[in-house]
Antibody
Framework: EVQLVESGGGLVQPGGSLRLSCVASDFTFSTYTMNWVRQTPGRGLEWVSYISSRSSTIYYADSVKGRFTISRDNAKNSLYLQMNSLRDEDTAIYYC?????????????WGRGTPVTVS | QSVLTQPPSVSAAPGQTVTISCSGR????????VSWYQQFPGTAPKLLIYENNKRPSGIPDRFSGSKSGTSATLGITGLQTGDEADYYCETWDSSLSGAVFGGGTKLTVL
């Protein structure tokens, strides 16, 4: 069964940094596009970033552009999100999600999420 | 404010049918395929419908999706109390170069 396990969340002060990780198992990670999606009680689901299978194509939501960096290490079956200059509004549960077609219009597997609190 | 517009809530009795709408623009729903997700409190979203009207393995045929122009619709027939959840539509926005979600619809089965 496909598994995605996020880690690295926690409490951080405004202006601080965090690095989230997502470890994938039971599928060929290197062939799939991956995304980060976050969720807050007040704003629902919000897409954060997209990275293609070989990291050749990367997109960011305007709300995080210039502050967050997505990356991956296919040898380690791992996806990362480096978050800098964190703001109160970045407080959310962060999910990694697999994109089976690389088109960004469906995410077939999600991790359980890791909570980030900026305060 | 979400790019895609959904009603905040819908309700219906067990056994009945409910539809949830998702309205967008030419740059998102009008150009790309739509997915729907089901989310129970405290859990991650689960893919319910992809490519407008396809169901992943294990999703009952009580759930259906359709798209017309810049709008999409999720239909649920034979409502069960276990269907009470939040439902989100999603697609790619070609102008924004990013995925976009609806604000979510809370389904209550009375």
């Amino acid at each position: 069964e496909v598994q995605l396990v996020e880690s690295g969340g926690g409490l951080v002060q405004p202006g601080g940094s965090l690095r989230l990780s997502c470890v994938a198992s039971d599928f060929t990670f290197s062939t799939y596009t991956m995304n980060w999606v976050r969720q807050t009680p007040g704003r629902g689901l919000e897409w954060v970033s997209y990275i293609s299978s070989r990291s050749s194509t990367i997109y960011y939501a305007d709300s995080v552009k210039g502050r967050f960096t997505i990356s991956r290490d296919n040898a380690k079956n791992s996806l990362y999100l480096q978050m800098n200059s964190l703001r109160d509004e970045d407080t959310a549960i962060y999910y990694c999600a697999r994109d089976p077609t690389g088109t960004g219009w469906s995410f077939d597997y999600w991790g359980r999420g890791t909570p980030v609190t900026v305060s | 404010q979400s790019v895609l517009t959904q009603p905040p809530s819908v309700s219906a009795a067990p056994g009945q049918t409910v539809t949830i709408s998702c309205s967008g623009r030419s740059s998102n729903i009008g150009k790309n395929l739509v997915s729907w997700y089901q989310q129970f409190p405290g859990t991650a979203p689960k893919l319910l419908i992809y490519e407008n009207n396809k169901r992943p393995s294990g999703i009952p045929d009580r759930f259906s999706g359709s798209k017309s122009g810049t709008s999409a619709t999720l239909g649920i027939t034979g409502l069960q109390t276990g269907d009470e959840a939040d439902y989100y539509c999603e697609t790619w926005d070609s102008s924004l170069s990013g995925a976009v979600f609806g604000g979510g619809t809370k389904l209550t089965v009375l």
